[in-house]
């Protein structure tokens, strides 16, 4: 697992509040149980026209903005049903890294999962960033995940990560699966080793 401390890009606003999974990735694109394609079909109702043709007033369609790796979300982003296909689709299409007012609680840890940080600006200086961001696409913000800011020509913001979130990140341990299988002979050795784990075995 790759570790995770800063993340300097591109990134796009979409100044919108309580965008749930479904905006995210509607549900008529979860007929499938692999999670390639699903960066297609990312905020499908909003990027694409009735006809099928991008929609030009979208963000993600912008050219300044197709390079994305930061989202820059409002509200409660990710809120509604708690569907894994969400954070992947927004990996799949190229996003590393969120920055908002707030995320839903089962997206957040979804995206953790995955190794993506989420993290947390006050109403004001989400709106300095906003702004700053929609003024001049081109610059880079940095999510600085060992200083706790993201920095734009907006300013060196403080922002709010989980401590529990962040050292998973900082450390590398952030996919539960995978530390648990990594550590298998270790956790085996210590099941042995207690009196009231009657026959153990591997």
């Known amino acids: ?34 999670r390639t394609g699903l960066g297609v079909h990312l905020f499908a109702g909003l990027r694409y026209q009735d006809d099928g043709i991008e929609s030009p007033d979208f963000v993600l369609n912008r050219p300044k903005y197709r390079n994305a790796k930061i989202l820059i979300a409002g509200e409660n982003f990710g809120c509604g049903s708690s569907r894994e296909h969400a954070p992947q689709a927004l990996m799949r299409f190229g996003f590393n890294g969120f920055v908002g ?16 940080p ?50 998973a990140l900082l450390e590398g341990t952030w996919h539960g699966t995978a530390v648990l299988l990594d550590a298998g002979d270790a956790i ?8 009231y784990v009657g026959g153990f075995q591997a």
């Not at 401390?5 to 149980?33: C, G, Q, S, Y």
């Not at 007012?101 to 993506?116: H, K, P, Q, R």
């Not at 700053?132 to 706790?148: G, H, I, K, N, Y």
């Open 188 to 195: 085996e050795a210590r099941a042995r080793s207690l009196p």
């Open 101 to 116: 007012a707030s995320f839903a609680e089962i997206f957040a840890g979804n995206c953790t999962a995955l190794g993506l």
């Open 118 to 167: 989420c993290v947390t600006l006050s109403p004001g200086d989400l709106e300095a960033l906003m702004e700053s961001v929609e003024l001049d696409p081109e610059q880079e913000v940095e999510v600085d995940l060992v200083a706790r800011t993201v920095r734009s020509r907006a300013g060196t913001l403080q922002a709010g990560v989980h401590d529990g979130v962040r050292m």
């Open 1 to 34: 697992m790759e570790k995770f401390d800063r993340l300097e890009a591109v990134a796009a606003p979409l100044p919108m509040a309580n965008v749930d999974t479904d905006k995210i990735i509607p549900a008529r694109f979860l007929k499938t149980i692999k």
